[in-house]
C-alpha cells in the first residue's frame, strides 16, 4: 500500500495527479531550525529559500527546495500571524457592513488570526487532484510567523488577457480550465466548503500547464449545514435564515471575494437577498470562464463605482463578444440557434450566470454538459471515477480551526519559563532580561527573590487587568502619566542628591539599592541632559534647589528593570504639547528612567545604544542629539511597531480587488464597500529607543516609500517622520517582537550575527518578511525593545484607542512565476542539473 510519502512524491514529481489524493496528515510543525546554506540562502528547517513567486494581503510566497528526501520545489506562503492594524480595519469595515442576527459570530470570525486557522484548517482537509495541497505548517510563534508549505504550481496563476483586453487562451484550453474547476469546486462542496474567491488569479497551473488547481482559501467556508445537503444527508432549510443548523453559517452574512466576481446572493445590502450557497462559486465559475473566453469581465460599472457593479449584476443580463478566445471562434451572440457551433457555450455560460439560485446550474449537472464531454474518450467511466461521493467526507470542527496551527499546549510555571527562555538564549543573550523578571528585589533581605509561579501570573494578570479596563476621558493617559511621574520627582527633590559632579558618568541613587556598586552611564547617554544641569541624570527629580533625589521605593519597584530611552521633542509636535512637562522649555528630564535601572539593564541599554549608532552612523546620531527637542517617542516607536508591517499592509489592505478586474476604481470599491476615507498615513517608523528618535528627527533622510510617511499618535501627538531606507526592512520586523515569544516553541538559529551584513539587509526586499526575522542581531535587538516595550503596554493601547488609520489603495497581489535560481551545487548534484523550471510566458 503507498505511504503518504509515496503519493507525496508521486504527486510532487508532476506525474499526472489521480482525481483525489490519497488522504494524509499534514504535518505540524513546532521546531524551527534558521540557517545559512554555503551560498548565504536562508534556510528553515529543511526548507532552502529560492525564489518569490508571490505576494498576497497577508504575506508572500516563496518557491523553496525541500532538502528533505525529495529536494524538490515547494512554495511557502510566510504569512504574519497577528496584525493589530489588520484587525483594526477589519473592525471599521464590519461596523459599516450590514447587521445580521448572527453578527456577533461574524465578528468572532472576522479577525486576521481567524481567518489563517481556517484557511489551514481547511486546507488540511483537502486532498484532491485539483486543490492545491498543502503539505506542512510551520509555525513560528517566536517571530510571529506562519509558514505553510505547500506543492508548488510551476506554471503560476492563469493569465487570461493581454494589455488591450483580449483574451490570450484558445477555446478549448478554457474549457480544460473550467472542467478541471468543476472538479475542484465540486469535491469542496461535497465536503461543505465554499470557496467564494474563485477568479482566475486563485488557479494555478502546474508547470506542464496540463492541469488547474484551485488555491487561496482565504474567505473560504466550511459549513456543516451545507455539507449534510451535499450528501442529502439532512433536510436544510436553506432559505429559512431562522433554521438553528445555519446559526454557523453566520459568516456568510459577510461579503467576501472580489466584487466582479460576486453572484447576486452575495452582494451586500441587498434587500431580500437569497442565502448564500455553494452556488455562488457556479457563478464566479461563470464569471471567470465569460473572463477566460473573451478576456473582460462579464459586468461593469460605468462610473467605477462598486455599487453601481451591484446594481449592474443584479438587474443586467451579460453579452458575449462577436468572437471567444484567443484562436476567435464565433459566438453567434447572446442566444445563438442551436446549429451555431458557439450555442453549446453561450448557453453553459447562461446556465453559469443565472441570478436565481434556483435555476442556476449545479455542478453535477455542468460536469455532463456535452462541451466537457467531447473529448473525453469514456465520458461514463470518468464521470464515474470523478464521483465525489467514492471519496470519504473531511469535517472542519470549531476545535480544529482553533488548533489549525498549534499542536501542543504549555502551562506556565516559572521552573519551565525557565527552562524554556534558557533554551532560547542559546544564541540570544538578551532574552537573559526576560529571565530576570523573575526575579523580584527584596528590600528587607537586601536580596533578588526568586518569583514563583503564582507570583508570576499575579503580575501578568494586574498587567491584563489594567489593560482591560474600559477608557474614557478621565482615563489617565501616557502624558498625563509621564506628568505624574515628574511631579513625584519633583515632590522628592528636597531630599538631595548623591551625585558627584566631578566626573561625567552620574551615580545612581542610593535607596533600594543602596548597598549596590553605584552604576555610571556612559556620558554620551546623557548627552542631551546638558541643556537642563550639565551630567544630570534626572533632572525632573530635581527640585528647586537643585539637589536631585532618588525615587521613592513604590516608584522604583513600579519601575523595576525598565530599561532607558531617550526622550526628545519632535519638532513637529502640536501645541497640546508644548505644554508638556516634558517640553525642555519646563526643564523637563530626558532620562526619567535612567536612575531606575539596575546596572546589567544599563549596561545592556548601552550596548544596544552602541548597535543602533554603529547601525545609523555616528554623525546622523550626533547631529540628531544636537537636534532633539525633549518629547519622548517610546511610545510613538512601540505603537508603530505593534502595526506590524504598516507599508505593506497599508497597501494590501483588502483581498476584495483582484488585480484582473478592470474598470473598477479601488477607491470607489473600498469606500462603497463600507470602507474608511483615506485620513492619514501610517508610517513603520522604527522601533526602538535611540533609533525612533533619530529617525523622527531626520525628517529630511531619503524614502525608500515614494510618498513621505506621516505618523499620528492619536489627538495630542503628530510626528512626520521620513524612514531611512535601511529602516523600513530592519524595523519591520522589530515590530514582531512585542509578541511575546511562546516558550513552548524551540527556535534554534544557527546563524552566526556577522554572517548578515547591512548590505544584505539592505537588499532585501521592503516587503520581504521571510526568514527575515529569524535573524540573530535581529532577535538581540528585539528582545530589548520588546522588555522596555512591556513598561508602556497599556499606554499604547490608550494611544491605539484613539489612533487614526489610513486607508490606501490596495496593491494587488503580485504573482511572478519566474524560473528558480539553480538550487546550490549539492543539490545539483543530488538532482543531476535536473531542476524543474517554470516559465511564465506562455501566455
Ligand atoms: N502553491 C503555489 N504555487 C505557486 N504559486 C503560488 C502558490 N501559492 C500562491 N502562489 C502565488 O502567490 C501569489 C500570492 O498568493 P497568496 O495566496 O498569498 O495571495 P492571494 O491569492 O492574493 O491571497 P490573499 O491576498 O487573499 O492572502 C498567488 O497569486 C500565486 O500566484
Known amino acids: 500500500m503507498a505511504t503518504n510519502q509515496d503519493s507525496l512524491d508521486t504527486a510532487l514529481a508532476g506525474e499526472p495527479a489521480q482525481p483525489f489524493d490519497p488522504p494524509g496528515s499534514v504535518r505540524m510543525t513546532q521546531e524551527l531550525h534558521f540557517r545559512y546554506s554555503d551560498d548565504r540562502r536562508p534556510r528553515v528547517n529543511q526548507y532552502l529559500r529560492s525564489h518569490r513567486v508571490g505576494k498576497g494581503q497577508h504575506g508572500e510566497v516563496w518557491v523553496c527546495w525541500d532538502l528533505s528526501s525529495n529536494r524538490r520545489e515547494v512554495a511557502i506562503k510566510a504569512v504574519k500571524r497577528n496584525n493589530p492594524r489588520a484587525e483594526k480595519m477589519n473592525l471599521l469595515r464590519r461596523r459599516n457592513l450590514p447587521t445580521s442576527p448572527h453578527t456577533p459570530l461574524t465578528d468572532k470570525l472576522g479577525s486576521l488570526e481567524q481567518k489563517i486557522r481556517k484557511e489551514i484548517a481547511i486546507m488540511k482537509k483537502c486532498r484532491h487532484g485539483h486543490i492545491v495541497r498543502l503539505l506542512e505548517v510551520i509555525d513560528d510563534k517566536l517571530n510571529d510567523r506562519i509558514y505553510m508549505v505547500m506543492e508548488y504550481l510551476g506554471g503560476g496563476e492563469i493569465k487570461w488577457r493581454n494589455e488591450h483586453n483580449q483574451p490570450i487562451l484558445q477555446v478549448d484550453q478554457c474549457q480544460r480550465i473550467c472542467r478541471d474547476v468543476i472538479l475542484g469546486l465540486e469535491y469542496l462542496h461535497y465536503q461543505g466548503i465554499i470557496h467564494r474567491d474563485i477568479k482566475p488569479a486563485n488557479l494555478l497551473w502546474t508547470a506542464d500547464r496540463q492541469m488547474v488547481k484551485i488555491t487561496d482559501f482565504g474567505v473560504s467556508h466550511f459549513s456543516y449545514a451545507q455539507r449534510l445537503a451535499a450528501a442529502g444527508r439532512g433536510q436544510v432549510a436553506l432559505d429559512d435564515p431562522n433554521d438553528p443548523i445555519l446559526l454557523d453559517d453566520s459568516d456568510l452574512s459577510k461579503r467576501a471575494g472580489t466584487p466582479p466576481f460576486l453572484a447576486p446572493e452575495g452582494l451586500p445590502a441587498i434587500p431580500h437577498r437569497q442565502p448564500i450557497t455553494k452556488a455562488i462559486d457556479v457563478w464566479a465559475l461563470g464569471v471567470t470562464l465569460y473572463c477566460l473566453l473573451f478576456g473582460h469581465i462579464p459586468f461593469r460599472a460605468p462610473d467605477s463605482s462598486e455599487y453601481v457593479l451591484y446594481h449592474v449584476i443584479c438587474n443586467s443580463d451579460w453579452e458575449p463578444d462577436e468572437y471567444m478566445g484567443s484562436d476567435r471562434k464565433s459566438t453567434g451572440g447572446r442566444r445563438p440557434h442551436k446549429s451555431h457551433p458557439g450555442c453549446i457555450v453561450m448557453s453553459l455560460l447562461d446556465k453559469f450566470l443565472q441570478k436565481d439560485v434556483r435555476k442556476r446550474i449545479t455542478l453535477d449537472d455542468a460536469k455532463r454538459y456535452a462541451w466537457f464531454l467531447g473529448d473525453i474518450p469514456n465520458s461514463d467511466e470518468w464521470l464515474s471515477q470523478t464521483s465525489p461521493s467514492k471519496i470519504d467526507m473531511v469535517m472542519v470542527t470549531e476545535n480544529e480551526t482553533r488548533t489549525a496551527m498549534t499542536t501542543a499546549r504549555f502551562t506556565w510555571g516559572w521552573q519551565k519559563r525557565l527552562t524554556n527562555l534558557l533554551e532560547m538564549t542559546t544564541t540570544t543573550p538578551l532574552v537573559f532580561i526576560r529571565i530576570l523578571e523573575s526575579f523580584q528585589w527584596d528590600a528587607t533581605k537586601a536580596r533578588l527573590r526568586v518569583l514563583t509561579g503564582p507570583e508570576i501570573s499575579e503580575k501578568a494578570k494586574k498587567r491584563t487587568v489594567r489593560s482591560a479596563i474600559p477608557r474614557d476621558d478621565s482615563t489617565p493617559n501616557i502624558d498625563r502619566r509621564r506628568e505624574k511621574s515628574i511631579e513625584r520627582w519633583a515632590r522628592s527633590a528636597a531630599n538631595g542628591s548623591s551625585r558627584d559632579p566631578n566626573t561625567n558618568s552620574t551615580r545612581l541613587a542610593a535607596g533600594r539599592r543602596s548597598s549596590d556598586t553605584p552604576v555610571e552611564i556612559h556620558p554620551q547617554y546623557i548627552a542631551n541632559s546638558s541643556r537642563s544641569t550639565g551630567s544630570q541624570t534626572r533632572p525632573s527629580s530635581r527640585g528647586k534647589d537643585g539637589s536631585s533625589t532618588p525615587l521613592p521605593d513604590d516608584a522604583r519597584s513600579r519601575h523595576r528593570f525598565s530599561l532607558t530611552s531617550v526622550w526628545r521633542h519632535s519638532s513637529q509636535k502640536t501645541a497640546s504639547q508644548a505644554s508638556s512637562p516634558l517640553d525642555s522649555s519646563s526643564g523637563a528630564s530626558i532620562f526619567q528612567e535612567d536612575a531606575l535601572k539596575p546596572g546589567p539593564s544599563i549596561d545592556i541599554m548601552a550596548r544596544r545604544s552602541d548597535e543602533v549608532l554603529r547601525h545609523h552612523g555616528k554623525e546622523e546620531y550626533s547631529r540628531s542629539v544636537h537636534h532633539n527637542h525633549g518629547v519622548g517617542v517610546l511610545t510613538a516607536a512601540r505603537r508603530a511597531s505593534s502595526w506590524g508591517e504598516p507599508m505593506n499592509y497599508v497597501e494590501d489592505v483588502t483581498s476584495l480587488n483582484s488585480g484582473e478586474q478592470d474598470g473598477i476604481d479601488d477607491d470607489a470599491m473600498f469606500l462603497g464597500a463600507g470602507g474608511v476615507e483615506p485620513t492619514t498615513l501610517v508610517s513603520n517608523l522604527?522601533?526602538?529607543?535611540?533609533?525612533?528618535?533619530?529617525?523622527?528627527?531626520?525628517?529630511?533622510?531619503?524614502?525608500?516609500?515614494?510618498?513621505?510617511?506621516?505618523?499620528?499618535?492619536?489627538?495630542?501627538?503628530?510626528?512626520?517622520?521620513?524612514?531611512?531606507?535601511?529602516?523600513?526592512?530592519?524595523?519591520?520586523?522589530?515590530?514582531?517582537?512585542?509578541?511575546?515569544?511562546?516558550?513552548?516553541?524551540?527556535?534554534?538559529?544557527?546563524?552566526?550575527?556577522?554572517?548578515?551584513?547591512?548590505?544584505?539587509?539592505?537588499?532585501?526586499?521592503?516587503?520581504?518578511?521571510?526568514?527575515?526575522?529569524?535573524?540573530?542581531?535581529?532577535h538581540e535587538r528585539e528582545v530589548f525593545r520588546a522588555n522596555a516595550s512591556q513598561m508602556y503596554k497599556e499606554d499604547e493601547e490608550s494611544d491605539e484607542e484613539t489612533s487614526p488609520i489610513e486607508f490606501k489603495r490596495r496593491r494587488p497581489s503580485v504573482s511572478v512565476t519566474a524560473a528558480s535560481p539553480p538550487?546550490?551545487?549539492?543539490?545539483?548534484?543530488?538532482?543531476?542539473?535536473?531542476?524543474?523550471?517554470?516559465?511564465?510566458?506562455?501566455?
Open 686 to 778: 522604527p522601533l526602538g529607543l535611540n533609533q525612533a528618535t533619530e529617525a523622527i528627527n531626520h525628517t529630511s533622510t531619503g524614502l525608500r516609500h515614494p510618498q513621505p510617511e506621516r505618523l499620528h499618535l492619536g489627538p495630542s501627538v503628530h510626528i512626520c517622520c521620513d524612514i531611512p531606507p535601511h529602516d523600513s526592512a530592519l524595523n519591520r520586523h522589530h515590530r514582531s517582537a512585542t509578541t511575546s515569544p511562546s516558550p513552548l516553541h524551540h527556535v534554534a538559529y544557527e546563524s552566526d550575527l556577522n554572517q548578515t551584513s547591512e548590505e544584505e539587509y539592505e537588499s532585501l526586499d521592503s516587503d520581504s518578511s521571510f526568514f527575515r526575522d529569524t535573524r540573530g542581531r535581529e
Open 823 to 843: 538550487p546550490p551545487t549539492p543539490l545539483l548534484d543530488l538532482e543531476n542539473g535536473n531542476i524543474r523550471v517554470a516559465h511564465c510566458n506562455g501566455y
